[in-house]
């Protein structure tokens, strides 16, 4: 099999009366898009942009890798490398983004990044135009960084990419570009902070003792009254 043979007839199964639905055999759930536009918002107001950034991004991380993982022996790939090249094809699949890749073999442009590709119709950006409006940066984090788990998992070193358009932004496409870690460099160090753990635990700690100081500060001020 070759990416451009993948069907959703063919590998997703759907039995008449519901219950358990299965992708390339795998167990998925069907998911409202506007149901993730309102987790994205209440992990925004409650937890503030940096730690939702971070979560959701490792979120996606790991929901691409997983995928690349389930793929490889789910499907019967005419080589290792169409298992690797898939992930834009399985990205569209599962309905998260319309996918147009830059180089129609797949290979790399002489010069170019590892990979790019150009998105249209990405549900995160359309759940955070009609949750926040027009944002300044690019804002489609989980998508992005499901390519970044993907092409980790599928090339055995880790893979960052970087949304370097959105039509949430005003571009009239997405569009991602993804390198080897050691390649990237300080164009992209702000993008990257957020596949971290330390990112989440440092925002989240500075929560919570902003937290203890308003109870403390409360506490103060009924010992007053």
């Given at each position: 099999?070759?990416?451009?043979?993948?069907?959703l007839r063919e590998i997703l199964d759907l039995?008449?009366?519901?219950?358990?639905?299965?992708?390339?055999?795998q167990r998925v759930l069907l998911m409202d898009a506007g149901a993730m536009g309102l987790l994205r918002r209440e992990l925004v107001d409650r937890l503030g942009e940096t730690v939702a950034r971070t979560v959701l991004t490792r979120f996606g991380f790991a929901h691409g890798w997983r995928t690349a993982e389930a793929m490889r022996d789910a499907l019967?790939?005419?080589?290792?490398?169409?298992?690797?090249?898939?992930?834009?094809?399985l990205h569209m699949l599962q309905g998260q983004v319309r996918y147009e890749p830059t180089q129609p073999d797949g290979e790399a442009r002489e010069g170019g990044p590892f990979a790019e590709a150009y998105w249209q119709d990405s549900y995160e950006a359309q759940q955070h135009l009609a949750q926040f409006g027009r944002s300044d940066v690019p804002v489609c984090w989980t998508v992005t960084a499901w390519a970044s788990g993907?092409?980790?998992?599928?090339?055995?070193?880790?893979?960052?990419?970087?949304?370097?358009?959105?039509?949430?932004?005003?571009?009239?496409?997405?569009?991602?570009?993804?390198r080897p870690a050691e390649e990237w460099g300080e164009s992209a160090e702000d993008a990257l902070t957020y596949f971290s753990d330390k990112c989440f635990s440092h925002h989240l700690n500075h929560l919570t003792d902003a937290l203890k100081r308003t109870e403390q500060a409360l506490h103060a001020r009924r010992r007053d009254l």
């Open positions: 099999m070759r990416p451009s043979d993948l069907d039995p008449p009366k519901g219950g358990v639905l299965r992708f390339a055999d019967p790939w005419d080589t290792e490398r169409d298992w690797r090249i898939a992930g834009g094809r993907y092409l980790s998992r599928c090339n055995g070193r880790t893979i960052y990419c970087v949304e370097r358009e959105c039509v949430a932004r005003g571009d009239a496409r997405c569009r991602l570009e993804g």
